[in-house]
């Protein structure tokens, strides 16, 4: 069965560095997502993206934050200078149209010293 | 902004034990989903509801999708212990329909 998968699992960084989290969306899906959890808390919306451009983004989702689909399977998420209070896990989720139910993969666990 | 109001926050329950969660909101939403998070994993979607008054269910779990489109409910039959876990209620509308809103969870947990 077709699944979205995301790397790393786990990714420790320092504060002020960039980090780029990476997805694989669902072959045929054509909407992608990012959602971020802070521990115990629950999941937020930060940015869609169809048709290689932003559809929708969040207050969260400011300058530091930038997406890009480099290739045909690849869906990254760059945070450009990291702070401590982008801990969280970190989802991709991708769609075959809008409106259709999302699948998300297995997360990345960004902790930020 | 738009906001999902989901209870209970958690539930302690025997095995065998049904299981009833729910979710309002004072928007209409277009879809339901329901995910299960375990600790440290992405949501696994559950059920996807598209149609007001729709019911679906998926093996033990049934899910209805609110005549008013502003609310939802699960339903776990006869749990066991692999249902423990956080269970989050998520809606799409037409008109945000790029973002799913959120649920808070509810935890549920199986006493021994």
């Known amino acids: 069965e077709p699944e979205v998968t995301q790397t790393p699992s786990h990714q420790v960084t320092q504060m002020g560095q960039e980090v780029i989290l990476r997805c694989v969306p669902i072959s045929n899906h054509l909407y992608f997502y990012w959602y971020r959890q802070i521990l115990g808390q629950k999941v937020e919306f930060l940015v869609s993206f169809y048709n290689n451009e932003i559809s929708e983004k969040s207050e969260i989702f400011d300058d530091q934050f930038s997406v890009e689909r480099p290739d045909g399977s690849n869906f990254t998420l760059k945070i450009r200078s990291t702070k401590l209070e982008d801990s969280a896990m970190y989802f991709c989720a991708s769609t075959v149209r809008t409106g259709s139910e999302q699948f998300f993969g297995p997360g990345t666990r960004l902790t930020v010293l | 902004g738009q906001q999902l109001n989901q209870s209970p926050q958690s539930m302690f329950i025997q095995e065998g034990e049904d299981v009833s969660m729910n979710c309002t909101s004072s928007?209409?939403?277009?879809?339901w989903l329901w995910y299960k998070q375990d600790p440290g994993e992405g949501p696994v979607l559950l059920i996807a509801l598209y149609k007001a008054g729709e019911l679906t269910s998926n093996g033990r779990l049934t899910a209805q999708f609110g005549i008013t489109r502003k609310d939802s409910f699960l339903n776990i039959s006869a749990s066991i212990p692999s249902d423990v876990g956080i269970y989050f209620c998520?809606?799409?509308?037409?008109?945000?329909?790029?973002?799913?809103?959120w649920g808070a969870g509810t935890k549920l947990i199986i006493k021994p």
């Open positions: 928007s209409i939403f277009n879809t």
């Open positions: 998520a809606g799409l509308r037409w008109d945000s329909n790029y973002q799913l809103i």
